[in-house]
């Protein structure tokens, strides 16, 4: 079995308000060295044989990504 991670993250141009509420949480927990944090997605997709990029860059095109407002990469690992 092989493992594809899709990690998915809005274009830093697009504004980010989670990763906004986030940082401006951090100096009440005594964090003050963070500039800025931005907040994403992390899809796992296991094949039952060979990792499939391609079919992987299809899934992440049509189903998990908004290519307007967000990029993605792909990358294999190994599964647990």
């Known amino acids: 079995m092989a493992r594809v991670v899709v990690d998915v ?3 830093p141009e697009i504004l980010d308000p989670q990763g906004q ?3 401006n ?3 009440r927990l005594g964090v003050n060295d963070v500039a800025s944090v931005r907040i ?3 899809v796992e997709i296991d094949f039952a044989g060979d990792a499939d990029l391609e ?3 299809e899934i992440a095109d ?3 990504a908004n290519p ?3 990029d993605y990469e792909i990358r294999v690992v190994e599964a647990a």
């Open 68 to 70: 307007v407002i967000e």
């Open 55 to 57: 079919r992987a860059r």
């Open 62 to 64: 049509k189903l998990l």
């Open 25 to 27: 949480a951090l100096p």
């Open 9 to 11: 993250m809005l274009k």
């Open 21 to 23: 509420a986030v940082a």
């Open 40 to 42: 994403g997605r992390r």
